[in-house]
């Protein structure tokens, strides 16, 4: 039997090095199809990401498939292939991007070969799309109709309460073990979960494109709920909430914690998409670590005042420095995300960042170059700034790529930033005290693994 809906998750060529590159579930498109599921409407799921397809494989498998729609989950580096396989599509199919980089340029996927691009979240107009609602109806879509390009009205962000769990059994193993890892994993079977949508803060690059600004937080009941479904059906080891904000509401985030403690389960929780400094406690943190938290992170971005007021990230350099003190006193280890290239960002600001990173306390450091994606207010401030952004290839375009991918007066070229990129890497990793610190790190169980893909990705960075 052909499935009605197929979704994509795009090739973004992890193979290539899949010791330094991770492959996460695709749970965008797992969500969407829960939704279907759940109105019976026949669905798949095809992660052309883990099995490294090309363009003419999946389209091989779609026409075996022979789906009435096919949806592609789309993130920046992965959209020109993906409209190489839209363009090729029989006409009998129904071509629909989503995900963050069409949300940013709906109309543009529209005039390069796709029938719909949808703007924002996916599961509500998706299952309008399936069920052949008229598309002048649907509201969040771009299309076209007699050469003119139509956008219907925004769509109300969903109530994430009312969305089944993402249906993980479409993908290989549940998307709990290998090939699905993230750059940390340390426990297998392990899983992400959401726990919120939304984010109330404006930091200029990031993307809010589907989530939006309002937060909305799920039930602490409803998060255990989705935990014990992952426990009993795939043993998991492990739990990475990959929030934006998960202790925006603190006492909620308490609340989740002592659920979790009350379970017992033998979990590790991993923040790793960092949680707020502003709003940590030493009540929070002594119930993360009773709970299993093994890893926080925080994005500090900066080490430079005046470049982190103009984000504006709404934390200061001393509160960070008191959440990681008071983190590293919890005894759970702490990660600090920093961006090079910033918005005003000279030499001397990044190595305030540098000194930062170095004397804070850190356990780990991920360090990026600054990315204008389509659709975040960084991408209109250079291009309405007098600025210019490098497109030659969207594949290219990602914070990992090791390059400055925009020039803009009173900002740092692009060679000083990829300098003193490096330079950060060097500067905290291969100092001696730090390395003769991580040597006990070793013996634990797991993290062996992690820590060489973590030097693989660190000689990686220094040779772009």
Request: proline share 6%.
């Amino acid at each position: 039997m052909h499935p009605k809906v197929l979704l994509i998750q795009p090739n973004y060529n992890i193979k290539k090095d899949a010791k330094i590159w991770t492959a996460n579930p695709p749970l965008g498109p797992c969500y969407i199809a829960a939704v279907l599921e759940k109105s019976r409407i026949g669905v798949e799921i095809l992660d052309t990401n883990t099995k490294n397809l090309s363009v003419r494989e999946t389209l091989r498998i779609i026409k075996e498939k022979n789906p009435a729609y096919v949806g592609f989950s789309i993130l920046t580096p992965a959209a020109d292939w993906c409209v190489a396989v839209a363009r090729r599509l029989p006409k009998t199919m129904i071509s629909v991007a989503g995900g963050p980089h069409t949300s940013g340029l709906p109309e543009t996927m529209v005039r390069k070969g796709f029938d719909i691009a949808v703007i924002g979240e996916g599961e509500q107009t998706m299952l309008e799309i399936a069920k052949g609602y008229a598309w002048e109806k649907i509201n969040g879509i771009v299309f076209k109709k007699n050469g003119k390009l139509i956008r219907t009205p925004a769509r109300i962000p969903l109530d994430p309460n009312t969305i089944p769990f993402p249906a993980r059994h479409l993908i290989e193993k549940g998307g709990t073990d290998k090939p699905y890892l993230s750059a940390g994993t340390v426990y297998y079977p392990w899983a992400q979960l959401f726990s919120s949508r939304g984010c109330p803060y404006n930091c200029y690059f990031c993307n809010k494109n589907i989530f939006g600004y309002r937060y909305r937080p799920r039930t602490p009941q409803d998060i255990i709920r989705e935990i014990d479904f992952l426990v009993k059906t795939y043993g998991v080891k492990e739990i990475d909430i990959y929030d934006d904000n998960f202790n925006f509401d603190m006492k909620r985030a308490e609340k989740i914690l002592d659920l979790i403690i009350r379970k017992k389960y033998t979990l590790c929780l991993r923040f790793s998409n960092g949680i707020r400094a502003d709003k940590v406690s030493v009540r929070l943190l002594r119930k993360m670590k009773k709970a299993g938290t093994q890893y926080i992170a925080y994005g500090v971005e900066t080490g430079d005042e005046t470049v982190l007021a103009k984000i504006p990230k709404g934390e200061t350099l001393n509160e960070i420095r008191r959440a990681v003190a008071l983190t590293n006193k919890a005894g759970i280890p702490v990660t600090g995300f920093f961006i090079f290239g910033l918005i005003g960002d000279t030499r001397e600001t990044m190595q305030h960042t540098i000194d930062f990173a170095v004397t804070t306390g850190f356990d780990r450091t991920i360090i990026n170059i600054a990315t204008p994606y389509p659709g975040t207010r960084m991408w209109n401030m250079i291009t309405g700034g007098g600025g210019k952004i490098f497109i030659k290839r969207w594949k290219d375009f990602h914070q990992t790529s090791g390059r400055m991918l925009y020039t803009m007066p009173g900002t740092a070229d692009p060679t000083t930033v990829e300098s003193m990129y490096r330079k950060a890497y060097r500067a905290f990793y291969f100092r001696p005290a730090y390395i003769a610190r991580q040597i006990p790190n070793m013996l634990r169980p797991g993290i062996l693994p992690v820590m060489l893909r973590g030097v693989g990705r660190i000689l990686f960075s220094q040779n772009n």
